[in-house]
């Protein structure tokens, strides 16, 4: 079965760092798309960075660019996103998910956040508050 298990959330400072981990299991890494997502208290969810797998295509929020990184370790089956210089609107619910096709990283994280076919893991909080 197809499993996502995020970890590595926390709080921090605006100004600090804290790298996320998605342990998966059930499926090959390397023939998804995989992704970060993020959800506020009465906001909608919206991709933060995603990543298809096969060919390391990577898409960002405009909101994140330069300051998050996705990648991935086919090894251990393992999606991270390291998150730098984080400011009190990053604060969320981050969620790992995973498409079971390789397409383009930017429409997985606009578009198919809402399929059926994406599996997501259970989410992990990021607090960035001084």
């Known amino acids: 079965q197809v499993q996502l298990v995020e970890s590595g959330g926390g709080l921090v400072q605006p100004g600090g760092s804290l790298r996320l981990s998605c342990e998966t299991s059930?499926?090959?890494?390397?023939?998804?798309?995989l992704g970060w997502f993020r959800q506020a208290p009465g906001m909608e969810r919206e991709g933060v960075s995603c990543?298809?797998?096969?060919?390391?295509?990577?898409h960002y929020l405009d909101a994140v660019k330069g300051r998050f990184t996705v990648s991935r370790d086919n090894a251990k089956n393992t999606v991270y996103l390291q998150m730098n210089n984080l400011k009190p609107e990053d604060t969320a619910v981050y969620s790992c998910?995973?498409?079971?096709?390789?397409?383009?990283?930017?429409?997985?994280?606009?578009?198919?956040?809402?399929?059926?076919?994406?599996?997501w893991g259970q989410g992990t909080q990021v607090t960035v508050s001084s």
């Open positions: 059930g499926f090959t890494l390397d023939y998804y798309t």
């Open positions: 998910a995973a498409y079971p096709i390789s397409i383009d990283p930017s429409s997985f994280c606009s578009e198919y956040a809402s399929s059926g076919s994406t599996y």
């Open positions: 990543l298809t797998s096969s060919n390391g295509r990577t």
